[in-house]
T-cell receptor, first 119, second 115 residues
Framework: AQSVTQPDIHITVSEGASLELRCNYS??????LFWYVQSPGQGLQLLLK??????LVQGIKGFEAEFKRSQSSFNLRKPSVHWSDAAEYFC?????????????????FGKGTKLSVKP | DVKVTQSSRYLVKRTGEKVFLECVQD?????MFWYRQDPGLGLRLIYF???????EKGDIPEGYSVSREKKERFSLILESASTNQTSMYLC??????????????FGPGTRLTVT
């Protein structure tokens, strides 16, 4: 079955330090992968997405993610964290729904990683 | 910019009440979704719709129903609210094949408390 695992429930980093949030997926076909961010009390905002091509994807707010097929991973990185990056981060995989003949799809989300930033 | 709005940010209802959560998107998206978000459980899909008057059950449809009479509006209905439905509810929409070609756009959420 398709699934997304974010192994870290909560991470704390110092402002200015680098960040890597881990995401592993399970999906039989070529995955379509997303990272979303949720600030406190808000909805989710798309940071970046991977569909095909270059395995290193650039997103908004200085984030990037690297797709590694051999490891079934799509880890999110940022070289220098800012206090405003404190939020919850969700990895998701897009899956086709076979009862629609693959013409429709949906997202499966990980449980999220909460990021705290120390001054 | 795509805008997804939800009728209330915060809602307090009593057990047994019928509750309506409304979601409107302004970008002519075909697909609309209702999720429930709980700490430690992430987002769980309740219902989704790929067309007007069409609905499909997600992972946790029990205790919920939906209505989509117009393309831009997708309503989530709690027929008889219970305390275990206290949660954050997120609406989303997408163009075309959600999760395959196009990302989902989310509303700000409704935090529902059932007492």
């Amino acid at each position: 079955a398709q699934s997304v695992t974010q192994p870290d429930i909560h991470i704390t980093v110092s402002e200015g330090a680098s960040l890597e949030l881990r995401c592993n997926y399970s999906y039989g076909a070529t995955p379509y992968l997303f990272w979303y961010v949720q600030s406190p009390g808000q909805g989710l905002q798309l940071l970046l997405k991977y569909f095909s091509g270059d395995t290193l994807v650039q997103g908004i707010k200085g984030f990037e993610a690297e797709f590694k097929r051999s490891q079934s991973s799509f880890n999110l990185r940022k070289p220098s964290v800012h206090w405003s990056d404190a939020a919850e981060y969700f990895c998701a995989v897009g899956v086709a729904l076979m009862n629609y003949g693959g013409s429709q799809g949906n997202l499966i989300f990980g449980k999220g990683t909460k990021l705290s930033v120390k001054p | 910019d795509v805008k997804v709005t939800q009728s209330s940010r915060y809602l307090v209802k009593r057990t047994g009440e019928k509750v309506f959560l409304e979601c409107v998107q302004d970008m002519d998206h075909e697909n609309m979704f209702w999720y429930r978000q709980d700490p430690g459980l992430g987002l769980r899909l309740i219902y989704f719709s790929y067309d007007v008057k069409m609905k499909e059950k997600g992972d946790i449809p029990e205790g919920y129903s939906v209505s989509r009479e117009k393309k831009e509006r997708f309503s989530l209905i709690l027929e008889s609210a219970s305390t275990n439905q206290t949660s954050m509810y997120l609406c989303a929409s997408s163009l075309g094949l959600a999760g395959i070609e196009y990302e989902q756009y989310f509303g700000p959420g409704t935090r529902l408390t059932v007492t």
